[in-house]
């Protein structure tokens, strides 16, 4: 998608901090921390909300979970991290390219 950050920082057009990427999706480093440690996971397609994914895009959601957990360490999550999918306005999403936040890195505030 032309006009998106995400698709235009996978196209190598905007800059950014790369720590993992493979055949299905990325992880950045966030430009704008609200944790110690504040990555995003963000799937090669561009959907913009959770509600127009697919089966097949839904199942990436679920491997991207799993393997955030199998990179806790080179990531700096061993203590523990929180995922966070932010879902419309309400929720305060602002890219409108499905991603999930990670954070970590020190003690979250409880919600
Ligand atoms: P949302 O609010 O949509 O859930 O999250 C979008 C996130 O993308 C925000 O945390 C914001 O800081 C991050 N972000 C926006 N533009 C850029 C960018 O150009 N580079 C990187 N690395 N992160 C960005
Ligand atoms: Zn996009």
Do not use: W
């Amino acid at each position: 998608m032309e006009d998106c950050v995400f698709c235009k920082i996978k196209k190598g057009e905007l800059p950014s901090t790369i720590l993992y990427s493979d055949d299905d999706f990325m992880i950045i480093k966030d430009i704008n921390p609200q944790a110690k440690i504040h990555l995003i996971a963000i799937p090669n397609e561009h959907v913009p909300y959770i509600d127009m994914m697919t089966e097949d895009g839904a199942k990436i959601l679920g491997k991207i979970i799993l393997k955030i957990s199998h990179l806790q360490e080179e990531l700096g999550l061993t203590q523990g991290y929180r995922l966070v999918i932010n879902q419309g306005e309400n929720a305060g999403q602002t890219v409108l390219h499905v991603h999930i936040h990670i954070l970590g890195g020190e003690k979250l505030k409880e919600f």
